[in-house]
């Protein structure tokens, strides 16, 4: 067994010790049964919070989803800040009835900014509060019973809840769909099996909710990281708070469809969980130690798969280099290739799962969710040369543009 061999083997037995659990979670989904508590459901009231950044085609169908819930639309109140935007963002909103907010600063740019000054300015003109908040995207688009089904949750008891992401345009293409794909699974096969096992849920990008206690608690929201939604699950999960998960409210996101759209945001991704790494490192560390497994999951969850693809990556194509100069021979490419291979289909069977059992939210055509069950894995691949360059670069926040309507939704057959 030649030297790379070892090391590949090595890799692998590393990668499974990091994310075996991860794997058996699978089964937890499917056979494990969360605990239904007794509860009266109360009917609170609640803000709605969205940050938008010149989204005018999309924040509309946002808001008209929010008044066609079957919650009480006078317990509804809907807040947006229109964050440095150059369009009509602001105007849009208004006319489809949201309380409106403004604000332009180009240097304390980003989402966490924009939802500081948003909370601040809603204390300001509501110090009664509210007795819980939703934040969303502007692109996001509610089902009908989306709040009625997270205010039962609340009603159990849980204080800050994920909920159920699909996403808008994932029959567009092979980055949609790979976008599409992980947070199916995110929801299903992470974020539902962390709440039958009694863990923390984490928290990813949009789409969630915090009562009253937390909120007190933050005041203004003071989570200002690249990736702020990771930095505020690193925060509660370190202070020992439960993230609950509610996988009946859901919620439709929409993905980037460029590489270079994807490349910048996944970047930033990339270098927001460095950040945090670097900010709640040791807390998590410290927690894994005194055997809290959600700091051990939310560690595992950022960082080791992508270090150990730029490591595996960097020797083996090192090696086979050095081999193609020095003995003449590229025979060390082989033992990457069944490396490679095996990642591929580890990947590929976790696409194929979440595809079989989610496919009632992949709303494309079957021949097209075949394709890029295949193509999933080549998605994932592309996490490894992002990762790598948000080792040496240094990255801001920048939006996504968003083009997809609501009605385009129900027709993602015809991509």
Not at 156 to 175: C, L, M, P, Q, V
Not at 220 to 234: M, Q, R, V
Not at 268 to 281: A, N, S, T
Not at 312 to 321: C, I, Q
């Amino acid at each position: 067994m030649t030297g790379l061999s070892i090391f590949n083997r090595t890799i692998t037995i590393v990668f499974l010790c990091c994310y075996l659990y991860q794997f058996a979670f699978i089964p937890v989904s499917w056979f494990f049964r969360s605990h239904k508590t007794e509860c009266s459901t109360v009917l609170h009231k609640y803000a709605v919070m969205i940050c938008a950044r010149n989204e005018e085609y999309v924040i509309g169908d946002l808001i008209d989803s929010i008044h066609a819930q079957t919650y009480p639309q006078d317990l509804l109140d809907i807040y947006v800040m229109a964050d440095n935007c150059t369009d009509n963002t602001a105007e849009t909103a208004r006319a489809h009835g949201a309380n409106v907010y403004q604000r332009y600063n180009k240097e304390l740019v980003g989402k966490g900014y924009a939802l500081h000054d948003l909370m601040h300015r809603i204390r300001e003109d509501r110090p009664e509060g509210y007795d819980g908040y939703f934040v969303f995207d502007a692109d996001n688009v509610l089902e009908k019973d989306y709040v009625e089904k997270m205010n039962r949750s609340y009603c159990e008891g849980n204080e800050i809840i994920a909920s159920y992401r699909a996403s808008k345009n994932d029959g567009y293409n092979w980055i949609s769909a790979g976008y599409g794909l992980w947070f199916l699974r995110e929801s299903r096969y992470l974020n539902m099996p962390r709440m039958l096992t009694g863990s923390s849920c984490f928290i990813s990008g949009t789409g969630f909710f915090f009562g009253r206690k937390t909120a007190d608690e933050m005041r203004d929201w003071p989570y200002h990281l690249l990736t702020e939604d990771i930095e505020f699950t690193a925060d509660m999960i370190t202070r020992g708070r439960k993230i609950s998960f509610c996988k009946d409210a859901v919620f439709y996101d929409e993905q980037p469809v460029t590489f270079s759209q994807s490349w910048h945001q996944r970047l930033r991704w990339c270098r927001g969980y460095l950040q945090v790494l670097m900010k709640y490192g040791t807390k998590l560390i410290y927690g894994t130690l005194r055997g809290q497994f959600a700091c051990f999951d939310l560690i595992v969850s950022m960082m080791p798969a992508y270090i150990l693809s730029i490591v595996s990556l960097l020797v083996n194509v090192g090696s086979t280099v050095y081999n193609s100069f020095t003995a003449g021979s590229t025979g060390t490419a082989g033992t990457f290739l069944i490396f490679a291979m095996n990642m591929y289909l580890t990947l590929f069977v976790i696409g194929l799962i979440t595809s079989i059992t989610e496919r009632k939210q992949i709303h494309t055509t079957k021949w097209k969710r075949i394709v890029y069950v295949f193509t999933f894995p080549l998605f994932m691949f592309t996490y490894i040369p992002i990762a790598f360059a948000a080792l040496f670069t240094r990255c801001s926040w920048k939006p996504v543009k968003h083009v997809f309507s609501a009605k385009e939704m129900y027709t993602r057959s015809t991509y």
